[in-house]
C-alpha cells in the first residue's frame, strides 16, 4: 500500500485521499452514429486506491461490461479519461501500456471460454510472462508457473494437464494463477465466481480474500451479485444506467442505502435483505 493510501481516511464517498491507483473521471461512452448513438455511460466518476478492493455492481444494461473494457484500456471512452497512477491511459504510449498490462490483470467470467483447452496448464500460466517478456528464460518462467500454481492450490502435477481435465473451480484457480503470473498491482474480476457451481463459488471468493491479504493486491470485482460484493470488497459503486447510483464504503451502501434502487437491488438478495 503506498504512504498516501496508508495515511488516508475514508471521505464518507468510499475513496481515500491522495491520487488513486485506477480511475475514471468523467467518463462518458457513446456508440453508433449518424444520429443514432446510444450512451453506455454517461459522466461516471469512480476512484481505485492502492490496497483497496471495490466492487462494481448493477443489473444487466447497467454499464458494467463497458466499465470493464475502459478499466482494463481495452476501449476509449467518448469524453472524459482513464487514469493509471495519475496518467492518462494512452494506447499510442506502447512503455506505459506495457506496464499498465504487467499491473492490471482480470480474471474472467467462465473459465472454459477464457483458457485455450489445446494448451497446457503450465503453457497457460506462461502465457502473460511471455508476452510481456517477464523472465530471464525458460527456467524462470517454469519456476514462476510453479510458484503461483500452489498459491492457488495446485500441485505441480497440474501444469502437464490440459483444462478439460479439471473441474469448473480448478479451471477458475488456474484462471486466478495466470492472472498473478506477472505479478500485478491490481486485480480485476469480471463475475469471477458467477459461472461456478454454488459448493464452489465460496471456496473461490475466499481465495480472492486470502490472495488479496498476503499479495497486498487492489482488488476490483465487476457484478451483479451484491452478496459477493458484500463479502469481498470494501467500497461499493452501484451503476444503473451507465451512471453512478451510489457509491460509499460498503457497509453503508448494504445497511443504510441512499438510492431507492440499491434497496431494491439488495431485496432481491435474501440473505442481505
Known amino acids: 500500500m503506498s504512504e498516501d493510501t496508508a495515511a488516508g481516511e475514508s471521505d464518507g464517498a468510499g475513496t481515500t485521499s491522495g491520487v488513486p491507483l485506477l480511475a475514471l473521471q468523467g467518463v462518458r461512452r457513446e456508440f453508433g452514429g449518424r444520429g443514432r448513438t446510444t450512451t ?5 466518476d469512480i476512484a481505485v486506491h492502492e490496497g483497496r478492493s471495490v466492487g462494481i455492481v448493477g ?10 473494457r475502459l478499466m482494463l484500456g481495452l476501449d476509449t471512452p467518448t469524453s472524459g479519461q482513464v487514469t493509471y497512477r495519475g496518467q492518462t491511459l494512452d494506447r499510442r504510449d506502447r512503455a506505459r501500456l506495457k506496464r499498465f498490462r504487467r499491473e492490471v490483470q ?6 472454459r471460454s ?5 494448451m497446457t496448464v503450465a503453457q497457460i500460466v506462461a502465457e502473460p510472462l511471455q508476452s510481456l517478456r517477464i523472465g530471464a528464460d525458460q527456467r524462470e518462467r517454469s519456476a514462476r508457473v510453479d510458484e503461483v500454481l500452489g498459491w492457488v492450490g495446485l500441485d505441480a502435477d497440474a501444469r502437464r494437464k490440459y483444462p478439460a481435465q479439471f473441474s469448473g473451480g480448478q479451471r477458475q484457480r488456474i ?7 506477472p505479478s500485478p498491482k491490481v486485480l480485476v474480476g469480471d463475475e469471477p465466481v458467477s ?11 475466499e481465495l480472492l480474500a486470502r490472495l488479496r491479504a498476503e499479495l ?3 482488488l476490483v470485482l465487476v457484478s451483479h451479485d451484491v452478496a459477493i460484493v458484500g463479502q ?11 451512471r453512478v447510483e451510489e457509491a460509499g464504503e460498503t457497509r453503508q451502501v448494504l445497511t443504510r442505502p441512499a438510492s431507492p434502487y440499491t434497496r431494491a437491488l439488495l431485496d432481491a438478495v435474501p440473505t442481505l435483505g
Do not use: H, Y
Not at 477464457?114 to 489445446?118: E, G, I, N, Q, Y
Not at 484462471?175 to 503470473?181: N, S
Open 40 to 44: 453506455a455511460l454517461d459522466g461516471v
Open 59 to 68: 443489473e444487466s444494461g447497467a454499464g458494467k461490461s463497458t466499465l470493464l
Open 106 to 111: 482480470v480474471v474472467f467470467q467462465d473459465p
Open 114 to 118: 477464457s483458457l485455450d483447452p489445446r
Open 175 to 181: 484462471a486466478i494463477a495466470r492472472a498473478l503470473a
Open 195 to 205: 459461472a461456478l457451481d454454488v459448493s464452489v463459488r465460496q471456496q473461490i471468493m
Open 216 to 218: 497486498g493486491l487492489t
Open 232 to 242: 469481498l470488497c470494501e467500497e461499493t459503486v452501484v451503476l444503473r444506467g451507465g
